[in-house]
């Protein structure tokens, strides 16, 4: 009588985003090798701090690489979901590195002030523009990704950081290349980290909204409850929860008090319920019990 009827899923979404991964994360080291020495031939503490934010970068998208293949491994006694929150720590720990990131530029920004850095002008344009192109390839790369994968989305925004670094070194590059003004690189670099701040901010708050099991986005449980009281059979539904294991996965458990008469019927009333909850509110993994009238009434607790 007291029934769990679940379905599983295709996978994780950033399992299907590994590809992309992948890809980035060796354009990003080639950026990083350049900005290096690009660095070392012109002197530019700009260009060095770039290669920093670049391999912190890199850091940051083999770590999403790893967690969508540790996602991927199958679920144990254990762990019998498997692996697959790794996505969502990961995507936490980027944008922690982001933040991270913002205060090394702050920090060298406060720096540059006191003691401005003789710098070819030329050459950090020169190596700047490499990496923007390199970076704005990579951003085409994970840009669907990032819609269906917290992990990927961080990742995406790691790379569009250093995109905006790399456009800010380009400004500073062409006015110390112009007017010998060396300062212009630090006003660049706060700003930089005035826009990265928020966006860090926003995937830390998802993050941390998954890993609380929260409901999921978008979704409200008494419009569930309501749904499901619809058919026909269903007298009540409480122990009603929803939350998401990782991008992509949303899932539910409840109790559902079915008429009396329906018990004995009690597989098609599994698949109907859980059509309904697939169909209407996108949840593929559901868990319900289903109960005979009075039944709450022994289960020692209270439930909403």
């Known amino acids: 009588m007291g029934v769990g009827h679940g379905h599983g899923h295709a996978g994780t979404a950033g399992a299907a985003n590994s590809r992309r991964l992948a890809v980035v994360l060796g354009m990003m080291l080639a950026v990083a090798v350049v900005q290096v020495a690009g660095a070392a031939l012109s002197g530019s503490l700009a260009l060095l701090a770039d290669a920093g934010h670049t391999v912190t970068d890199s850091l940051g998208v083999a770590l999403a690489l790893a967690a969508v293949w540790i996602a991927a491994r199958p679920a ?25 990131l913002c205060g090394f530029i702050v920090v060298e920004a406060v720096e540059r002030l006191q003691r401005p850095a003789e710098v070819s002008g030329l050459g950090m344009v020169v190596v700047a523009a490499f990496g923007l ?6 951003l085409f790369v994970l840009r669907a990704g990032s819609r269906t994968s ?12 250093d995109a905006l670094a790399s456009v800010g070194v380009i400004a500073g590059g062409i006015v110390v290349w112009t007017t010998g003004w060396a300062r212009v690189d630090t006003l660049v670099s706060l700003g930089i980290a005035v826009i990265i701040v928020p966006r860090a901010w926003a995937l830390l708050r998802e993050a941390v909204h998954i890993l609380l099991e929260a409901t999921p986005r978008g979704m409200d449980l008494s419009e569930v ?4 009281l619809g058919h026909p059979a269903v007298l009540d539904v409480h122990d009603l929860h929803a939350w998401t294991i990782t991008s992509g996965v949303p899932v539910m458990s409840a109790h559902v008090v079915v008429a009396d008469g329906y ?6 009333m599994l698949d109907e319920l859980h059509a309904c909850l697939t169909g209407h509110f996108d949840v593929e993994h559901s868990t319900l019990q289903l109960e005979p009238p009075g039944h709450a009434d022994h289960e020692g607790s209270c439930h909403a």
């Open 76 to 100: 144990t006694n254990r762990r019998t979901f498997g692996y697959q929150r790794a996505e969502i720590l990961a995507a936490a720990v980027n944008a922690l590195v982001l933040f991270v």
């Open 133 to 138: 192109v390199m970076n704005v390839g990579a």
């Open 150 to 161: 917290l992990n990927v989305k961080g990742a995406y925004l790691e790379v569009m950081g």
């Open 225 to 228: 409850r309501d749904h499901l």
């Open 263 to 268: 018990l004995g019927d009690s597989g098609r």
